[in-house]
């Protein structure tokens, strides 16, 4: 979704549907007319804010559960590749929840579409193999006119349908020999061009953790100062606890961003009591400035000492709340558990209709029981389009209740 583009508010319909809010789902069905060109709309523009965020499921099953139309869907086939992706996915789910119409709409396109390998691709990862495996024939000849190279299902199944690529062996990395004080020494030369120094940190990262790296992170940006290397990300997860005192100078200064951030994520990860107003600092700055991506580590973070960190309570509430991103949504709740639960109880009902799995899974795991919440877990046991491990859990969770199998 572009960055530019604004949600609606978060207590709206079409707010919550934008983030895939289970509220959301539960206003719709009590008005599905007012609700159909919303949900049609969340399938014709993507309102994800990042390409991890689930929509499908949520969005097929609102169009199931208000009986609404498929055209406006299957319409969508014709649009752009991101488009007939999202598209395709809905139907998808669809057909498995006992849909013709949507299965027949995405075997027509196999034949005609323009993003036909990708709508097929889609079908045999989800589909049983005989609701696809007819097409074997319009697979092969359209495939030999576009001439393009395939693997994975269906093509492992029916034969390559095109020449595959010729794949050597993998290139070996070019620093792999040299020893991690050599490496070392070569991130601390300034003159070492961009490329060296991050085939430098890569050969480390396949390493173990090393600490003299610890006083070079300050140079470890891009020429242009605006970004860390990307290898040393995972060459300071290494290192642990070792590099908490380090961190902290590093989140305490202001320029450049991502030294500050890189310092935030290894306190979340390892700080200390001491360490807790910089994070809660850091989350309201992340609200303030309306930074989606990243808080998720810091609630992590805070998660870590319970009660005692009540300051974050308001702001985690109000992530959970407005955040578009909704990967990250699952991580608040968690957080808001150990720190403040008060109130959670019809938190953890709405997450049964939540766009996110791990959302539901929450749900299924603490939503007080209740004759709405075993029918619920009796939907998400029986649904077709459902995630296994979702599935599972809701009838665990449902044989625990009722005491029955």
């Not at 949520?58 to 055209?71: I, K, N, S, T």
Request: net charge negative; glycine share 10%.
């Amino acid at each position: 979704m572009g960055r530019g583009v604004r949600y609606a508010p978060a207590g709206t319909l079409p707010g919550l549907l934008q983030r895939g809010r289970g509220l959301g789902a539960r206003m719709a069905a009590e008005n599905p007319a007012a609700a159909g060109d919303l949900v049609h709309g969340c399938i014709r523009w993507d309102w994800r804010w990042d390409s991890v965020d689930q929509r499908a499921l949520y969005l097929a099953r609102l169009v199931r559960d208000l009986a609404l139309p498929l055209g406006p869907v299957a319409d969508l086939l014709a649009g752009d590749e991101d488009t007939c992706e999202r598209a395709t996915r809905v139907l998808g789910l669809l057909a498995l929840g006992g849909s013709a119409e949507a299965r027949e709409e995405l075997r027509a396109y196999v034949r005609d579409g323009e993003h036909w390998v990708a709508a097929l691709e889609e079908m045999a990862r989800r589909w049983p193999v005989e609701w696809w495996d007819d097409l074997a024939g319009t697979a092969r000849d359209r495939a030999g006119r576009d001439r393009d190279d395939r693997w994975g299902q269906p093509w492992d199944r029916w034969g390559p349908a095109a020449p595959r690529p010729v794949r050597g062996p993998s290139r070996p990395q070019p620093l792999a020999e040299v020893g991690n004080a050599g490496l070392l020494e070569l991130l601390a030369d300034p003159e070492e061009p961009e490329e060296r120094r991050t085939a430098a940190l890569d050969v480390l990262d396949d390493r173990g953790p090393e600490p003299g790296v610890i006083p070079l992170v300050p140079s470890l940006g891009t020429a242009d100062g605006k970004h860390l290397l990307w290898p040393a990300i995972g060459v300071v997860e290494k290192l642990g606890t070792s590099a908490v005192p380090a961190a902290r100078e590093w989140a305490a200064v202001a320029e450049p961003a991502w030294l500050r951030l890189l310092g935030h994520n290894v306190l979340a990860e390892h700080g200390e009591p001491e360490d807790v107003p910089v994070l809660v600092a850091e989350l309201e700055r992340d609200w303030v400035e309306r930074r989606w991506c990243g808080p998720r580590r810091t609630a992590r973070g805070l998660r870590r000492f319970g009660a005692g960190v009540g300051d974050a309570v308001s702001l985690l509430r109000r992530f959970w709340l407005w955040t578009p991103h909704s990967y990250e949504r699952a991580s608040y709740l968690e957080a808001l558990a150990a720190i403040g639960p008060a109130g959670l109880a019809e938190v953890y009902v709405e997450c049964l209709w939540d766009c996110e799995d791990d959302a539901r899974l929450l749900g299924i795991a603490h939503a007080p029981d209740g004759a709405e919440v075993r029918d619920r877990l009796a939907y998400l046991r029986g649904d077709p389009m459902e995630e296994p491990e979702v599935r599972a859990a809701a009838g665990a969770r449902l044989a625990t209740l009722t005491g029955s199998p």
